[in-house]
């Protein structure tokens, strides 16, 4: 079992007055789960997505199939 941490990071695109999410990359081989936390409230929920969603919610906006906010 590991007790590793989640190792936070926004991407260098996020320039945008902090509306944006942040993920833990770093959890995906030891728990094969992606942890997503919005980063206006760091102590609040985390949503755990396995690694392939994560990558079709990824492959999703790129694509631009969420539309512009």
Excluded: H
Aim: charged share 15%; glycine share 14%.
């Amino acid at each position: 079992m590991t007790t590793e941490a989640p190792r936070w990071f926004t991407s260098s695109y996020s320039n945008n007055g902090g509306q944006c999410v942040e993920v833990a990359t770093n959890l995906v081989a030891p728990r094969g789960v992606v942890p997503v936390r919005d980063s206006k409230n760091p102590g609040g929920p985390v949503l755990g997505l396995t690694a392939g969603s994560f990558a079709f919610f990824v492959a999703g906006v790129k694509a631009g199939e969420f539309g512009a906010v």
